[in-house]
């Protein structure tokens, strides 16, 4: 009994070593014919026991359970107070959709937002924030990288963190101050 769990715990790990050795494209066919389950780690549910499925290229969607890329051991990137250059330039039906989508802001995640349904709550009610006063350059800063204001905060980096580019964020931001 004991030696079984063993035997299963080391081919589990090796299942994922391979999977991260391998690209990352290598799916299974039945990943390939689900087109949210190619694109994110949402669809990269174990399959269950007993289907024939190989989890190896399941698991490459969980960075965390590969020895081989750096996950964890990366220095977390310090908090940037970066400023807006230029004028904003941003298109808010854009920012809309990139705020909403979970792959993107997922801003619904922690805000209630105008137009978005099933929020969470966080973070304050956005819904309103463009009748609030507040300036482009500060909330590009805010989105940017929270933490440069409130260092325990819980909103992810965005800017620093690469999640949005320069013109995903100003998109972001003209949808924020075009809600009223
Ligand atoms: C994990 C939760 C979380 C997510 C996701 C998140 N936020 Fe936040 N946000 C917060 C919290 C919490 C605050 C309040 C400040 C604090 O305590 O850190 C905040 C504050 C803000 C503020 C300042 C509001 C004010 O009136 O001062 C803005 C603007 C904002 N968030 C925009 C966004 C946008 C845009 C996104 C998506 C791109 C986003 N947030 C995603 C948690 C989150």
Redesign the pocket.
């Known amino acids: 009994m004991k030696q079984s769990a063993a035997a299963c715990v080391i081919a589990l790990a090796v299942a994922a070593l391979t999977g991260c050795a391998q690209s990352p494209a290598t799916t299974t066919p039945a990943a390939a014919a689900s087109p949210a389950g190619a694109a994110s780690p949402a669809g990269a549910q174990l399959p269950a026991a007993g289907t024939g499925a190989t989890p190896a290229a399941k698991f490459a969607a969980f960075p965390c359970l590969s020895y081989t890329l750096p996950c964890g051991k990366v220095a977390t990137r310090k908090p940037v107070a970066k400023q807006l250059e230029g004028p904003l330039a941003g298109d808010a039906t854009r920012g809309m959709r990139i ?1 909403h989508a979970r792959d993107k ?3 619904l ?3 209630v937002m105008k137009g978005g349904t099933q929020p ?1 709550s ?3 009610d ?1 819904s309103h ?1 463009g009748s ?1 006063g ?1 300036g482009d350059a500060e ?1 590009y800063a ?2 940017y990288d ?1 933490r440069a204001r ?1 260092p325990d ?4 980096p ?1 800017g620093t963190n690469a999640i ?1 580019d320069d013109q995903e964020l100003r998109d ?1 931001v003209a949808y ?1 101050q075009a809600s009223r």
């Open positions: 705020a802001g997922n801003c995640a922690c805000h969470g966080r973070g304050p956005l924030y609030t507040r909330t805010m989105v929270m409130i905060t819980l909103m992810p965005f949005l972001v924020l």
